[in-house]
């Protein structure tokens, strides 16, 4: 049984890596992925209905999706024949050409759900404030900044994994940034507290199960922290904090 777990958190170790590996080697990929994050965070911002939000994610896996098999498709092509070849060609032409469909009706659909509401905010620009200052929104934005950091400081590092181990530590750094949205929308010391508490537990279970070293620890909460707090700041100061 325990075999089994340690194969599973390699198998999606490796599933990340893959993913990582071809965003790193590929700018298609680079590409895909800054829209794909653009358009999560402006769907944050304006107000957009659930469903609306759901064929966005749908439109941005099936791009991101058919740009991956892609790339695995030219890989094998050039494993299997480095020469040039007309049916190579072909194969790696009908690839390209799953990825631009998508593409073309994932923009499409951008276009019919964004449009109209970008030059309604464009002429109010006060109600852009007003959305991009709701908590909720804020506080996705929040975890979703952290979370990449904490994968692109990983990338740098190169040390552990993305789900275990390494610089700094990601569930302390998600931990100590709930912490500091807490804060803000609450002055009750009890609740302050118990929620420190809660990420301090977070912090220790991962250095006293050898996943992470004290100083990841420490770093990774230094990390999440440190941008809730500088966000909320902003907003706070700007006045465009609301719940």
């Known amino acids: 049984m325990k075999n089994n777990k340690v194969s599973q958190i390699d198998s999606f ?21 800054f829209f794909a994050i653009f358009v999560l965070i402006l769907s944050l911002i304006i107000d957009i209905s659930k469903f609306e939000i759901i064929i966005l994610i749908i439109m941005i896996t099936l791009v991101i999706f058919s740009e991956l098999i892609n790339t695995a498709v030219e ?85 552990g994994t993305l789900l275990e181990g390494g610089m700094p530590s990601g569930h302390s750094a998600i931990a100590f940034a709930m912490l500091a949205i807490v804060m803000f929308l609450t002055s009750n010391p009890r609740i302050i507290t118990l929620v420190l508490l809660m990420a301090l537990l977070v912090a220790q279970s991962r250095v006293k199960s050898k996943i ?9 909460a230094i990390l999440g922290f440190g941008i809730s707090f500088l966000v909320l700041e902003i907003l706070y100061k700007f006045g465009t904090l609301i719940n």
């Open 212 to 220: 992470h070293t004290l100083k990841e620890v420490v770093v990774g």
């Open 13 to 33: 170790n490796n599933a990340i890596n893959g993913i990582l590996h071809a965003i790193s080697t590929e700018l298609h990929m680079k590409i895909h992925i």
């Open 75 to 159: 890989k094998i092509v050039d494993l299997v024949s480095p020469e040039y070849n007309e049916i190579a060609k072909f194969a790696k032409d009908v690839a390209a050409g799953a990825v631009l469909v998508n593409a073309i009706g994932a923009i499409g659909v951008g276009y019919l759900i964004f449009y109209d509401r970008l030059i309604s905010l464009y002429f109010s620009g006060d109600n852009f404030f007003k959305l991009v200052g709701r908590i909720g929104n804020v506080t996705m934005i929040i975890l979703a900044l952290v979370s990449l950091s904490v994968i692109i400081l990983k990338s740098y590092f190169k040390k």
